[in-house]
C-alpha cells in the first residue's frame, strides 16, 4: 500500500499530471481511503517540491508542473473527499488590486495555492475593494490574497484592506499580499497578516494561516 | 532547408585585422630570420642546424620556410584527456574554443582555514586539485604554489604527485629539469597504461619556459626536448614584461614573445613532427612606479587578445593569461582585475587560459580567487554562447499561443529550454532582501570561503589505479635519493 503513496508522491514531485491521476485511480480502485491518498501521498510530494525549491534544487517551471500533478490528482479525488464528507484545506479570494492589469503573478500563487489544497477563488485583475467583499460575503474564505506589481498601485492593497475593516469582515479572513514592489515591511504597515516573496512563498505562507504548514 | 544563411552563434571578437595580423606575422618571421635567439642547448642547437637554421655560436637564426613548415607540423585541433576518462574533464582544443585553468608557483598561500597568507606547503596541493576537479568552469589544473617543505630540487615531483590522484582533470605540470619530468612522465604513463596508449590520450601536458628578450635556456630546452621526445603535449611560454624584458609597445611585446615561442616550436616540431604545442604566454606590462609584472593591468588582457589573435592567425593554440590581479586580499580589485580579464580570454578563445587564482601579482594563490573567478567564467561563458536563432527559438508560435497578458512559465517551450538558455549562479546572490538577510546577510566573499570549504569537505575526486600510487611512491623514494647528497 505505502508503495502507491510512494509512487504518488513521486508523480507530484517530478511534474506528471496524468500519471498522478491514474494513481489516485488506482488507489481508489484499490480501496484506499481518499483522505490518506491525500495526505500519505499527495501532500507528502508537494511539501518535497517545495523543500526542493527552497534549496534552489527545484525551478519555478518544475514547481508549476508539480502543481498541475496535484491538480491533475485531485481532480479524480475531489469528489470523493466532499463524499466523505472531508474539506479541502481552506479556501482563498485572490485578486490585483484596482488600478493594475498585471494578471501572471497572481495565477502563479493560484496554481501553487490550488496544487497544496486550496479552492482558489479567482477575482481577476484591477479588483476595486467592493469586488473583494462580495466574494468574501459569497465564499466566505480563510484567505484573502492580494496582488500588485507597480509602486504606484501597491497603495491600493491599503485601500481594499481599509474597506475590508469597514464592512465589517476583516476578522474573518488572514489577508497575505504579495508582487514585485511587496516587502514585508509594507505587508505590516497597511495591517496585512503577512506576505509572499513569491508564489511558493504565497501557498506557503496561506497554509501558515490554516494551520496546514 | 535554407542556402546561404550566415550564423554568428557566438559574440564575435576580433582587434586586429588579417591585414595586420599579416604584418605581424611577417615581423616575427623577420626577428627569427635576422636577429635569431640564443640558444643555451648544444643538442638543441645541433637538431636546429640539422632542420636548416643557421648557428653561429649560442646565436640560432631561422630561415622562414623553416618556421613555416614548423607551424604546417603542429595540430591546431586536438584532445587533452581526463585520467579516468570522464568526458566531461576532456579539453577538445580548437578554433573558439576557450579553457581555464590556474597558474604555478606562487611562492605564498592563502590558507583555507585561517585565510591568512603563509608560504605553500605540500599539504596544499592536494586541496587546490580538489578544488579544480569541483568546479565546473575551471578545466585544467595546476598547483597555484611552489611546495616550500620538502628538498628544494623536488617542489615540482611533488607538486605534480599531489595533483594527479586528486582531479582527473588534465594537468599542466612544469619542472625544474629533465629528471622532474621523468617522474612526473613516468607517473603520467603508468595511469594511462603505458606510453603507446599515453600518445594516443595525453593526461598531462609539460610546461616550459624560456627567458625574454630572445633567450632559449638550457633548463627550458632540456624539458622541451625531453616532452618533445616523449610526445608529451608542450607549452612553450615567455613570460616578456613590456618595458622592461620586451618592447613597451603591444604590437612590440606580441611580436618578441611570438618569436621565442616559434624557436621552441620548431625544435619540438624537428624532433617529433605533429606534437601538440601551445605557444604562450603571460604579456603584461611593468609597472613603471612599482616595478612590478601587473597581473592587473588593463594591457593584460589587451596584449592577451593580441597574441591569442596572432597564434590562430598562425595555426596554433595559445597558453593564455586571465582571472588573476595584483591586488594582496580577496577584494573588490581582485574581482574587477580578474572578471575583465577572464571575460576578455573568453571573447577572444584563449586556449588554455592559466593563472586564474593569483593573486598579489602571481606571489600569492588563492583558491578564493579560483572560487569566485570560476563564477565570472561562468557568466562570461553564457555571453560567448551567443543567440541561437533558429525557428524553435524564435518561438513564434508559442508566442502566438500564449497571446497578451498570458505567461510562459507553464510552457512546454519554457522547460526544454530555461536551464541551457539561463545561466544559474552559484555564487551572486538573487534573492530578495528578507530572504537574504534570513540566510544570514552574507556577502559575494562569505559565499566563496563557504563553496571552497563545502568542496574541501565533501569533493570526492576520482581515483588513480592502485599500481599508479605504487608508481608515485617509488618516483619519489627515487628523487629523494638523487638528491640527498645536494
Redesign the interface.
Known amino acids: 500500500m505505502s508503495r502507491l503513496y510512494e509512487r504518488i508522491s513521486t508523480a507530484i514531485l517530478e511534474g506528471e499530471p496524468e500519471k498522478a491521476a491514474d494513481l489516485v485511480q488506482k488507489g481508489l480502485d484499490q480501496g484506499l481511503v481518499a483522505k490518506e491518498i491525500l495526505d500519505n501521498g499527495m501532500v507528502v510530494g508537494m511539501g518535497e517540491v517545495g523543500v526542493r525549491f527552497k534549496a534552489g534544487d527545484m525551478?519555478?517551471?518544475?514547481v508549476?508542473?508539480s502543481a498541475?500533478a496535484m491538480q491533475a490528482g485531485l481532480y479524480v479525488l475531489r469528489p470523493h473527499l466532499v463524499a466523505s464528507g472531508v474539506k479541502l484545506i481552506g479556501t482563498i479570494v485572490m485578486g490585483t488590486v484596482k488600478g493594475d492589469?498585471h494578471?501572471?503573478g497572481k495565477?502563479?500563487v493560484n496554481m501553487m495555492c490550488e496544487g497544496s489544497g486550496f479552492q482558489v477563488i479567482d477575482i481577476g485583475f484591477n479588483a476595486d475593494p467592493e469586488k473583494f467583499i462580495e466574494a468574501i460575503k459569497e465564499h466566505q474564505p480563510d484567505v484573502v490574497g492580494m496582488s500588485a506589481m507597480l509602486t504606484t498601485t501597491m497603495r491600493a492593497m491599503a485601500h481594499t484592506i481599509k474597506a475590508i475593516e469597514e464592512a465589517g469582515l476583516r476578522d474573518q479572513v488572514k489577508i497575505m499580499v504579495g508582487g514585485a514592489p511587496v516587502?514585508?515591511a509594507f505587508a505590516e504597515r497597511i495591517g496585512a497578516d503577512g506576505y509572499g516573496?513569491?508564489a511558493p512563498a504565497g501557498s506557503d505562507l496561506a497554509r501558515k494561516f490554516v494551520g496546514a504548514a | 532547408m535554407r542556402a546561404n544563411y550566415q550564423v554568428n552563434s557566438g559574440v564575435r571578437f576580433q582587434m586586429l585585422s588579417n591585414d595586420q595580423l599579416q604584418e605581424m606575422f611577417e615581423s616575427v618571421l623577420h626577428l627569427l630570420e635576422y636577429t635569431g635567439l640564443d640558444v643555451y642547448h648544444d643538442e638543441g642547437r645541433e637538431i636546429l642546424k640539422k632542420a636548416g637554421a643557421w648557428v653561429e655560436g649560442k646565436r640560432v637564426r631561422l630561415p622562414s620556410y623553416l618556421v613555416k613548415d614548423a607551424l604546417a607540423k603542429a595540430p591546431r585541433s586536438f584532445t587533452l584527456w581526463a585520467r579516468d576518462g570522464n568526458p566531461k574533464h576532456n579539453i577538445h582544443i580548437g578554433p573558439g574554443r576557450a579553457h581555464f585553468g590556474p597558474g604555478p608557483t606562487c611562492p605564498n598561500f592563502i590558507d583555507v582555514e585561517t585565510l591568512e597568507r603563509r608560504l605553500y606547503v605540500k599539504a596544499d596541493v592536494p586541496l587546490v586539485a580538489k578544488v579544480v576537479d569541483a568546479l565546473p568552469n575551471i578545466d585544467f589544473c595546476e598547483s597555484l604554489g611552489t611546495v616550500n617543505d620538502v628538498h628544494h630540487e623536488l617542489g615540482a615531483l611533488y607538486e605534480f604527485a599531489g595533483m594527479f590522484p586528486n582531479t582527473s582533470k588534465p594537468i599542466v605540470a612544469w619542472s625544474y629539469d629533465r629528471f622532474d619530468s621523468a617522474g612526473i612522465h613516468e607517473i603520467a604513463v603508468a595511469e594511462a597504461g603505458g606510453q603507446a596508449a599515453f600518445e594516443k590520450r595525453p593526461n598531462y601536458v609539460h610546461y616550459c619556459e624560456p627567458l625574454s628578450p630572445l633567450v632559449s635556456t638550457f633548463e627550458a630546452l632540456d624539458k622541451l626536448v625531453f616532452a618533445a621526445r616523449h610526445r608529451v603535449p608542450l607549452i612553450f611560454t615567455p613570460c616578456p614584461i613590456a618595458g622592461g624584458t620586451a618592447p613597451v609597445t603591444a604590437a612590440g611585446i606580441v611580436i618578441q614573445g611570438a618569436a621565442e615561442s616559434w624557436m621552441g616550436l620548431t625544435l619540438a616540431q624537428a624532433i617529433q613532427p605533429g606534437l601538440p604545442f601551445f605557444m604562450g604566454g603571460v604579456y603584461s606590462v611593468m609597472d613603471m612606479s612599482s616595478m612590478i609584472l601587473a597581473y592587473g593591468a588593463p594591457e593584460l588582457p589587451l596584449m592577451m587578445a593580441g597574441i591569442t589573435e596572432l597564434a590562430h592567425f598562425a595555426g596554433l593554440p595559445l597558453w593564455q593569461t586571465g582571472g588573476c590581479t595584483d591586488s594582496k586580499t580577496f577584494d573588490e580589485q581582485a574581482i574587477i582585475e580578474g572578471s575583465m580579464s577572464v571575460f576578455f580570454s573568453a571573447l577572444t578563445g584563449g586556449d588554455l587560459t592559466h593563472d586564474v587564482g593569483y593573486t598579489e601579482s602571481a606571489m600569492t594563490g588563492s583558491v578564493f580567487q579560483l572560487a569566485a573567478m570560476d563564477e565570472a567564467i561562468g557568466y562570461s561563458r553564457r555571453i560567448t554562447r551567443g543567440i541561437e536563432v533558429n525557428e524553435d527559438t524564435l518561438a513564434v508560435d508559442v508566442i502566438h499561443n500564449v497571446g497578451p497578458?498570458?505567461?510562459y512559465?507553464?510552457e512546454a517551450h519554457?522547460?526544454r529550454y530555461?536551464?541551457n538558455e539561463f545561466w544559474y549562479p552559484k555564487l551572486c546572490d538573487r534573492r530578495?532582501?528578507?530572504?537574504w538577510e534570513m540566510m544570514g546577510q552574507t556577502t559575494f566573499k562569505d559565499r566563496t570561503v563557504a563553496r571552497v570549504q563545502d568542496i574541501l569537505s565533501t569533493h570526492q575526486p576520482s581515483a588513480i589505479k592502485p599500481e599508479t600510487e605504487k608508481v608515485i611512491e617509488k618516483v619519489l623514494a627515487e628523487a629523494e635519493d638523487r638528491v640527498k647528497e645536494k
Open positions: 525551478f519555478v517551471p518544475e508549476l508542473m498541475d492589469l494578471d501572471i495565477n502563479l516587502d514585508a516573496s513569491n | 497578458n498570458g505567461h512559465l507553464r519554457t522547460r530555461y536551464r530578495n532582501y528578507e530572504e
